[in-house]
């Protein structure tokens, strides 16, 4: 039993790092409807911006720096890619975004060459006991920032203008630009937040349990795939439940992979994947995604 | 609030090779409501398009021409500073964000209003009064309103934004003639409180009772204007844009038939 | 020349959360007749096209077309038994041209499938040469004739509108819905269009249910009308008795509805 | 057609008397380099890489072999099948062998040609999968015996015993794949039980892993993951309680990782398998290596990827004046020469090269993260083979 | 004869998803070009090495699954990013079936031209298998649930040994078409020794060929338009008689089944089929190899997925003479760096300054407004539609 226990509540612990990284995408798909592919290398340039830093300025600020710097990284590929392209199409943009990933990655990987840069994290390795079982209080933290985060953003869509700008420009932007939404603010607004979000998710990806960020950690942004689509696209409450349910059936699939060697080993990866087919088939839109209208 | 006027002159427009307006000039004095006519493709939601800096997102744009609103030059290419201006129109075919509820439909027709949170409640419970159905289905996703529900809402939103000229492209289509009566007096009534209308309406009855002054256009060129009553009385708006009365309609329905090739049947062959 | 069957609506509800759009509504279309439905904004015409094409599910009640129960079948079925619509709001792809917009009405009544296509088997091209002959006489029968190879979406809303209509008849149906044929249209393209409708009963004899908010041309057009509001029945006649009916006035027309139309 | 059968060279005798062909002139002996410099291994491609350059600077600088210059040509497949078998395609007409090849699956995707092309390759995966093939040549001892020889470490020094629970955490793939036969064999041998967990490279957090290791009860742990891995395996053990011993393979170790939050635990529990001696050794080879590679490239990290480029090369150099001596540099004189390298000692370690069939060592030297060595490791035993391993024939399990 | 080859690299002819009538061409210019292109097509075994041979049969077996996820996602809107998934269900498919389990792994020993055609029936039924999912999902959640069959295809190829031979893959057996065999034995012909490259060449331009000429035949026709309002309307679609969701499943296994069929011809290149090809990366491929080209389009596809398979060969052959290359050691860009970056910018740029694809620079037919002048209002648009 403990082992269960202590295996959800390490699903839990790593959900709430996916879900961070989720609501990344989703910031940008409720903005733009994009699926954003070079999230993986804003997560990467976040994480070196803080890694390179701390030791210079301290944990703290680096951590400033690095969201501001992602964030900077976001408003630049919105500033300099995204607006640039004169069609409609939304799956032309999430390849253009593969482009832009391809770019941004190779040069950061170039940068951390064959490194693994230590964050300088004031938790360090230190874990906290709750009876038998024990979690590392950086997860703790990711816990606590990514519900923050993301009731944040819950109200912050909800109830500021902002909210319904990106809504209404990422149904249709002629409608939108005549609302008075101005366009390019609004997305690059979106990148930027996406970034930050991106510099957060990376810093939990590269504390304990990991040793530090090198230049794999943004493979990572591939688990929050299926935690933003089973939460459905364009929902923040989606994203923090994705990610959780995303860190919970890996981390019991992989747990309990004894148990279950009949369907192979190592379906850690596997699982969440399952669920996600699951979940569509039932709710094709996610679990709080905005239904497909149908009438005519 | 207050109106502001609009003077156009010399207006040219077009889609990349399609030339859609040419040589367009319009006045709306201030606080007036003024009617544009014209068949299909005349190139009415061109020149609200124009007005409104949408065209762009068309395909099309503005290759000459000035604009003057309130007297100041009003040639700012972005739609949000058009928006900001006061500017605000009801676009052709409803465009309601479909996606979203009906209640933001309407925060986001506020979203360019400079006015205080108080206004903005104000223009909401008048919205509401004017369109009661809108704040019955406030929650529902405004794509699964029925068309003329939609058409308020389109109008609606575009109130909300308390603009000082606005813009309407067939606000009555798809409205039961009720409703549509309740557009008139909805017009006037804004009107009535300063704003400015430009009108875009096929319902040419209706639009020549709340004009002041009317133009017709006709393939991107005007070939009519003058004071609404005017026009009105004119045989050859009277012809194809009030439509004859109703004992010809059913002679002038069976000629055309009897012009035009009759559809034989399809007999498949196999 | 087959019979045209008749349309029978019996007791037909639809529910939406919270909402009922149709309750209980009945009415009749006779073989080869325009029947108008009219109605407030919101009372429920749209979803009963809805229900007749496959596109929503009645929670209760019938459509038959002839013997054909249509309620529960899936849309391309109903079309399969030749009913045809067109939608309030344009549902025309606007990039393909108004050629392949009509072939597509051609759908149901070929055979072709990917193997015959994609190999051009003799039997794909004879068809598809037939197909087009065919689609040229409709369009030019509604007037579209030389905006064949345009893209739809370039046409002005009124030609798109006739475009609809054209791909209707491109399936050959049986029973045809059209879902305000003439919103967005000047007077003159009013009577033009009318006309067509008129051409379209009188030539193939096939029935047309039609809602409409233009008085005049359900006047002009309509053999019967039914009135909904608030998804009831609550007039059923012919279209002089049926604008005299003071239920009818106080609840659509308003008090100066001649002037509106 | 430029590409009519014509005499192609080969075989004839150049300068010195000396038969060449496949690329070989009078002035260049042509190896090709089949790396990762921007894929998953883009950390060993690098050093690897790197090493080999410097080699063949080195060698060049002294005048060359047989009195032609050694020239590398280096194709980056970035982990990319068809990249990969791109790159073969392309430099194999042109070049004498290959003194890298990184990625077994891509070897072993294009066994069939180098048995028909003859071509020597020395890959940089020590999967007992590529053995067989007379002209893959994998220098050192492979996974699997390695892992022999871990756990026979684990077993002799560290307590683990005949009945106990072995975890082994391993990636998907040849790697991990290969050195679980290790494990296997051993637990057969010795009484173990192998508690198995498989493993993704994208997985970053042990922690699952950790929660079920403890859950079956093991002593001891082997991981055949990547440094990553292993850390972060070795710091949740440390700190939720697994205080286990913890010996990784070769490659599952990095010296950058002491810098990192786990390197006190890794420190603590960790230990390392690894076929030559660590670059941070005393011996004469080891020192020379490490101070000129960091005199060539200052800012980089001095790992065993440097050794194994720099073996490779090595034997592929000693191969290559064996054949100049036999007036024979095509590529079964390359070959026929490498056969007669049976006391092979680049200074990392002693191979022997005779048996095709066979890794050229079956040894394995057991180091430990080691914050004050050069390199980050220091030897813990002396290189040595397993009681085990000497009875096991590689890949035949 | 302009229909019947599929060899559109050199195609100076639009391919409209939606037929226009058009008069009958007189022989011009445009001919001679074909005649030429096809000559040329024929000729260049006998003077490519093998590397370029290689590289151009990659790019042919990418166009004929690029023409299928393109019949997929750009004329019917149905995202695809697990189409890594069909290659492999093909090429492991045929390595099954035409095994003669010699090498320990099963093994059917069927002909292997009946293998052929079985491994592409396999990836279709595959296709068919995953339909109740592809006929109810659209756009990016679509998209992201094919890339579940990705990570089950990596676990089963890795996992399933005695099937794909796990992480080593498993050898591919020579085609052999009646008694003529595709392998490396060698054949001269005008002097020039034949292997498997050059052999193959032929065949694959045989199959691009069909399969384009397939494609065309079907997206101009009556099933080409359907396919095109479910992406543009579908709700217009059922109403028009078209079945929906059966479309749907239809396209995707059609599209599997090219997938499959470019599976059988990467295999045969290959010689050896490796799970670690069959991931993510090469399902995105095929998504900018589409984009790249022109959506909706099957000359598009094909010059897509030349672009996209051999830009990166010939920039990492070409490495070493590229821009900003430093010397190794210096911290500075190596050449796979170099190569990586180039491919980056090349894939932004051509999106960006082409919207319609590299097949508009082929083409100079008339830009039709991709704006509708009317967006439908209420129900969303195309782009609200599918997304
Ligand atoms: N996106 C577009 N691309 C190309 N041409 C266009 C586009 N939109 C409109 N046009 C053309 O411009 C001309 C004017 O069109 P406009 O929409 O302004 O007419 P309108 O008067 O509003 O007609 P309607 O009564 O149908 O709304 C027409 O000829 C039309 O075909
Ligand atoms: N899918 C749906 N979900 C929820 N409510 C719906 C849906 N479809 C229609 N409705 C509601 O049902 C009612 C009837 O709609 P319908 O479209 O049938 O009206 P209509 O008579 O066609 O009106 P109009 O003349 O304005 O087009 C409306 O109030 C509408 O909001
Ligand atoms: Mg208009
Ligand atoms: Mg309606």
Known sequence: MTTFAELLLNGVSLGSVYALIALGFVVIFK?????????????????????????????????????????????????????????????????????????????????????????????????????????????????????????????????????VAMRAAAESAETAALMGVRLGRVSLGAWAVAGGLAAVAALFLTVFPTPGLERSTSLAAMKAF??????????????????LTVGITESLATGYQSDLTFLGRGLGDLAPYLVMIVILLVRPAGLFGTKELARV | MGGAALAVRDLVAGYGPVSALRDVSIDVPEGSVVTVLGGNGAGKSTLLRAISRTLSFHGGAVT????????????????????????????????????????????????????????????LRRVHELFPVLAERSRQQAGLLSGGEQQMLAVGRALMASPRLLLLDEPSLGLAPLMAARIGDTIREINGQGTSVLLVEQNAALALRLATHAYVLEVGEVTLAGPAAELAASDEVRRRYLGVVDETAADDASRATEARPVLSRWEDSR | MTAVPALEVRGLTVRFAGLTALDAVDFTVAPGTVHAVIG????????????????????????????????????????????????????????????????????????AGFVAAGLRLPSAVREERRHRERVREIAEFVGLKDELDRPAGSLPYGAQKLAELARALCMEPELLLLDEPVAGMTADERRRTAAVIAGVRDSLGISIVLVEHDMGVVMRLADTVTVLDFGRRIADGTPAAVQNDPAVVRAYLGEDAEEAS | SSKATGGDGSGEAGAGGVKTGDGVTDKT????????????????????????????????????????????????????????????TELEPKVL???????????????????????????????????????????????????????????KEKGLKKGDKLGHVYFEGDYGENAVAGSRHMAKKSGLTVVEQKIKPTDNDMSAQVVALKKAGVKAVVISAGPRQAASLVGVAAASGLEVPVIGNNSAYAPQLLATQAGPALEKMYYVSTPSLPIGGDAEGPRKLAKDYAKAYPKDALDNGVVAGWTATDAFAQALKRACKAKDLTREGVGKALLTMDDYDSGFGAQTFSDPDAPTSTESVIIRPDKGAKGGSSVVREAGTAEEAKDFTPGKD | MSD????????????????????????????????????????????????????????????????????????????????????????????????????????????????????????????????????????????????????????????????????????????????????????????????????????????????????RGVLRGRPGRAMNVIRDHRIAAGVMGVPVARYRAAVFVLSSMYAGLAGVLLALVFQRTVPDYFGMVLSLEYLAMIVIGGLGSVAGAVIGAAFVSLLPQVLTRYSDALPLVAESGTGGVAPGEAARYLYGAAVVAVVLFLPGGLIRLVTRRGTPSKHPQKPTPGTPGPSGEER
């Open chain 1, 31 to 163: 903005a733009t409807e994009v699926v954003n592919f070079a999230h993986a290398s804003l997560l990467l340039a976040g994480g070196y911006v803080t890694a390179v830093l701390h030791d210079d300025i301290g944990f703290w600020p680096a951590l400033l720096v690095g969201v501001a710097g992602a964030a900077l990284v976001g408003a630049a590929i919105e500033f300099l890619v995204m607006r640039r392209y004169r069609g409609r199409d939304h799956s032309v943009l999430a390849i253009v975004t593969i482009g832009v990933d391809i770019l941004l990655v190779t040069e950061l990987t170039r940068r951390i060459g064959t490194d693994v840069l230590a964050v300088g994290d004031p938790w360090g390795d230190a874990v906290l006991t709750i009876g038998s079982v024990t979690i590392a209080q950086t997860r703790v933290a990711a816990l606590i920032a990514a519900g923050l985060l993301i009731t944040a953003f819950l109200l912050v869509f909800r109830h500021t203008s902002w909210g």
């Open chain 1, 226 to 243: 299926p935690a933003a689509i089973l939460g459905g696209l364009d929902s923040t409450t989606g994203a923090l439940v994705g990610g």
């Open chain 2, 64 to 123: 000459g021409g000035t604009m003057t609103l309130g007297g100041r030059p009003f040639d700012g290419r972005r739609a949000d500073r058009a928006v900001a201006a006061g500017v605000s129109q009801v676009p052709e075919g409803r465009q309601v964000f479909a996606r979203m509820t009906v209640e933001d439909n309407l925060r986001a027709g506020a979203l360019g209003a400079s006015g205080p949170r108080t206004a903005k409640a104000a223009a």
């Open chain 3, 40 to 111: 407030p904004n919101g009372a429920g015409k749209s979803t009963c096209f809805n229900v007749l094409s496959g596109v929503y599910r009645a929670a209760s009640g019938s459509v038959r077309l002839g013997t054909d129960e249509l309620t529960g079948l899936p849309p391309h079925s109903i079309a399969g038994l030749g009913v045809a619509r067109t939608f309030q709001n344009l549902a025309l792809p606007p990039t393909a041209t108004v050629a392949d917009s009509l072939l597509l009405g051609r759908h149901r009544l070929t055979r």
């Open chain 4, 29 to 88: 002996i042509p190896i090709g380099a089949l790396t990762d410099r921007t894929g998953v291994y883009a950390t060993l491609g690098k050093s690897v890489t790197q090493a080999q350059q410097l080699y063949v600077k080195q060698t060049n600088a002294a005048g060359g072999i047989c009195g032609r210059k050694l020239s590398l040509t280096v194709r980056d497949h970035g982990y990319d099948p068809q990249k990969a078998v791109a790159a073969y």
């Open chain 4, 97 to 155: 062998g290959f003194a890298q090849f990184i990625g077994s699956p891509f070897v072993a995707s294009v066994d069939q040609r180098i048995r028909s092309d003859k071509a020597l390759v020395i890959p940089q995966a020590w999967s007992a999968d590529l053995l067989g093939n007379p002209y893959v040549r994998v220098i050192g001892s492979t996974y699997d015996l390695e892992t022999i020889n871990a756990i026979d470490f684990l077993m």
């Open chain 5, 4 to 215: 019947t080859s599929g060899t559109t690299v050199v195609a100076g002819e639009g391919t409209p998803p939606a037929k226009t009538v058009r008069a009958v061409r007189p022989p011009g210019p445009r001919l001679y070009l074909w005649i030429a292109g096809c000559v040329l097509l024929l000729a260049l075994p006998f003077y490519l090495d093998r590397f370029w041979l290689q590289a151009g049969l990659f790019a042919m077996a990418a166009g004929i699954g690029a023409i299928g996820i393109n019949m997929l996602t750009g004329s019917t809107g149905q995202l695809s990013m697990g189409h890594a998934f069909f290659l492999a269900v093909g090429a492991y498919g045929y390595c099954a079936f035409a095994g003669d389990g010699g090498d320990g792994l099963t093994g059917l020993g069927l002909p292997t031209v009946v293998a052929a055609v079985l491994a592409v029936a396999l990836a279709g039924l595959a296709g068919g298998l995953f339909s109740p999912i592809a006929g109810r999902l659209r756009g990016a959640y679509l998209g992201i649930a094919t890339l579940a069959l990705i990570f089950i295809g990596q676990h089963v190829l890795f996992n399933a040994h005695d099937l794909t031979g796990g992480f080593n893959g498993r050898d591919v057996p020579p085609l052999n078409v009646l008694g003529f065999s595709f392998d490396d034995s060698e054949l001269v012909i005008a002097a020039v020794p034949f292997g498997s490259a050059e052999k193959l060449w032929y065949a694959g331009l045989v199959l691009l060929a069909g399969c384009a000429f397939f494609a």
